[in-house]
């Protein structure tokens, strides 16, 4: 059972930059798809970005395009989302999530075909 392990989150004003990491508990981590995920409160859970195995594969959500980068260093099982230039509206609980069985992420913000998913962290940006 994959474990992943979210932190980084906080309170910011607008045009501030947050550092999001999601720590995987097993080596198997190399594997998977990865995918940060946010739910804003009374919204249902969105795809923000997803990076394939290798890292040959990147998918950003049009609304954060050109402010948010993901990342992955499999030698530490740890996923990356570097946020900058954060408006009120990125507001919400972020999650990592990972599947395996698809090496390109193909789908990358269908959640339902995410299989391990972290507890959330809490990002807050103030206008």
């Known amino acids: 059972q994959e474990q992943l392990v979210e932190s980084g989150g906080g309170s910011v004003q607008a045009g501030g930059s947050l550092r999001l990491s999601c720590t995987a508990s097993q080596s198997t981590y190399a594997s998977y798809c990865m995918g940060w995920f946010r739910q804003a409160p009374g919204e249902e859970r969105e795809g923000v970005a997803a990076i394939s195995i290798g890292g040959s594969r990147i998918y950003y959500a049009d609304s954060v395009k050109g402010r948010f980068t993901i990342s992955r260093d499999n030698a530490k099982n740890t996923l990356y989302l570097q946020m900058n230039s954060l408006k009120p509206e990125d507001t919400g609980i972020y999650y990592c999530?990972?599947?395996?069985?698809?090496?390109?992420?193909?789908?990358?913000?269908?959640?339902?075909?995410?299989?391990?998913w972290g507890q959330g962290t809490q990002v807050t940006v103030s206008s």
């Open positions: 999530a990972a599947r395996s069985g698809e090496r390109l992420c193909a789908q990358w913000d269908a959640r339902t075909l995410y299989a391990y």
